[in-house]
């Protein structure tokens, strides 16, 4: 069984950073894509930012592209993301999520395509 476990969420004004970081239990780790997506009130979950199995492909949204990178260390098993330059329309539920179909290209934007999902953690930007 996979166990995804989101931490670093919090409160920070316009123009502040956040790390977000995901820990992952269960076997195969690094044979997965893994994602950020978000989700605010009244609005669809979006997709944020992926990473693929080795660590050597991302693809960003265009709405946090040059602010927000994604990055992972497969000896530990996590997964980050690490968010500058925040804006108040960055305020969401930040998700991790795993890629289903290990080693992929690891640019799926689909919520769909991922099977595993931790419990959220909140990000709050205020202005």
């Known amino acids: 069984q996979v166990q995804l476990v989101e931490s670093g969420g919090g409160l920070v004004q316009a123009g502040g950073s956040l790390r977000l970081s995901c820990a992952a239990s269960g076997r195969s780790f690094s044979a997965y894509s893994m994602g950020w997506f978000r989700q605010a009130p009244g609005k669809e979950r979006e997709f944020v930012a992926v990473v693929n199995w080795s660590g050597g492909r991302t693809k960003i949204a265009d709405s946090v592209k040059g602010r927000f990178t994604i990055s992972r260390d497969n000896a530990k098993n996590t997964v980050t993301l690490q968010m500058n330059n925040l804006k108040p329309e960055d305020t969401a539920v930040y998700y991790c999520?795993?890629?289903?179909?290990?080693?992929?290209?690891?640019?799926?934007?689909?919520?769909?395509?991922?099977?595993?999902w931790g419990q959220g953690t909140q990000v709050t930007v205020s202005s």
């Open positions: 999520a795993r890629r289903g179909n290990p080693y992929n290209s690891g640019d799926s934007t689909d919520r769909r395509d991922y099977d595993y």
